[in-house]
Every structure is written in structure tokens, then in C-alpha cells.
Nanobody, 116 residues
């Protein structure tokens, strides 16, 4: 069964940067979109950024200008470059792949903690 494996989370001071990666353990055909979500304690999971197969991107207002999503279609991998991190960015970050056919895929989550 195909899994999404995330890496790159950790502890960083406010103003710092982190780069998250999400790779599929096997080929997923016709991925329409790749995205990153996050969930902070006591809050609902929210969309952070999404990129389509054509390269169109969508960002939450709270991260615009600070985060950049990218993808490597050949490797079925998504990235999230996070700059100018703030304490309110602290959350568990999940990647999500949406194929044209079949079910969505979710990563196991990676913790990002930003200290003030």
C-alpha cells in the first residue's frame, strides 16, 4: 500500500526557516494536486498550500509571502519551504496527494514548533 512519508519538521526560533518534504513510497498515477495542511492543538485542520499538476498554487492568507510549495512530478514528491516562521505556525503538518482516480493519500504528520 502506498504511503506518504514526510520529513523536515522540528524546532526552530521565530524568524527561522524549515523545509518539509513529502514523498510517496511508490508511484501514484495522475496526481491532480499536492497539498500541505496543518493542525494546531484544539483547532481544526486547515489548508496551508496546494499545487496542481499544472503548477498553479494556492496559499492560506496567513502564510502568503512566507511559504512556498513546490513539487517534483518525476519523484512524486512535494515540498514546503517555510520562511519567517512565527509561533502561530506551530502545528502538525500533513501532506495530501489527490490522484485523478481513487482515494486521497495523507502523510503521517510532522511536528513543527516555532519558539518565540
Amino acid at each position: 500500500q502506498v504511503q506518504l512519508v514526510e520529513s523536515g519538521g522540528g524546532l526552530v526560533q521565530a524568524g527561522g526557516s524549515l523545509r518539509l518534504s513529502c514523498a510517496a513510497s511508490d508511484t501514484i498515477f495522475s496526481i491532480v494536486a499536492m497539498g500541505w495542511y496543518r493542525q494546531a492543538p484544539g483547532k481544526q485542520r486547515e489548508l496551508v498550500a496546494q499545487i496542481t499538476s499544472g503548477g498553479s498554487t494556492n496559499y492560506a492568507d496567513s502564510v502568503k509571502g512566507r511559504f512556498t510549495i513546490s513539487r517534483d512530478n518525476a519523484k512524486d514528491t512535494a515540498y514546503l519551504q517555510m520562511n519567517s516562521l512565527k509561533p502561530e505556525d506551530t502545528a502538525v503538518y500533513y501532506c495530501n496527494f489527490i490522484p485523478k482516480y481513487g482515494r486521497n493519500y495523507w502523510g503521517q504528520g510532522t511536528q513543527v514548533t516555532v519558539s518565540s
